[in-house]
Nanobody, 126 residues
Framework: QVQLVESGGGLVQAGGSLTLSCAAS????????MGWFRQAPGKERECVAA????????YYADSVKGRFTISRDNAKNTVSLQMNSLKPEDTAVYYC???????????????????WGQGTQVTVSS
């Protein structure tokens, strides 16, 4: 059974930075696409960043390009999301997710992901 445990959320002022981390259990982490999704109240869950199993391909939503950076460490079974220049509209619950199908193209739909963390709250004050 795969477990994903997020950490690093919190309250930050606009313009500040946070780093989210996700620790994954499971033997085949190095073949999984990993994604970070977020869901604000009343809104759909959306993919903000994802990284292919090799680390050589990444995806960013337009709303976070140039501000967020996703990275992974396959030796440690971790994936991180560095968030800079945070805005109030980044406020949401952030979820780590694993797509355990070996792919060559990153998927960004939530239905493509098999396992989810419990979520961590990020609140950006203006």
């Amino acid at each position: 059974q795969v477990q994903l445990v997020e950490s690093g959320g919190g309250l930050v002022q606009a313009g500040g930075s946070l780093t989210l981390s996700c620790a994954a259990s499971g033997r085949s982490f190095n073949s999984w696409t990993m994604g970070w999704f977020r869901q604000a109240p009343g809104k759909e869950r959306e993919c903000v960043a994802a990284i292919l199993w090799s680390g050589r391909s990444t995806y960013y939503a337009d709303s976070v390009k140039g501000r967020f950076t996703i990275s992974r460490d396959n030796a440690k079974n971790t994936v991180s999301l560095q968030m800079n220049s945070l805005k109030p509209e980044d406020t949401a619950v952030y979820y780590c997710a694993a797509d355990r199908t070996l792919r060559w193209v990153i998927g960004t739909g939530k239905d493509e992901y098999d396992d989810w963390g419990q979520g961590t709250q990020v609140t950006v004050s203006s």
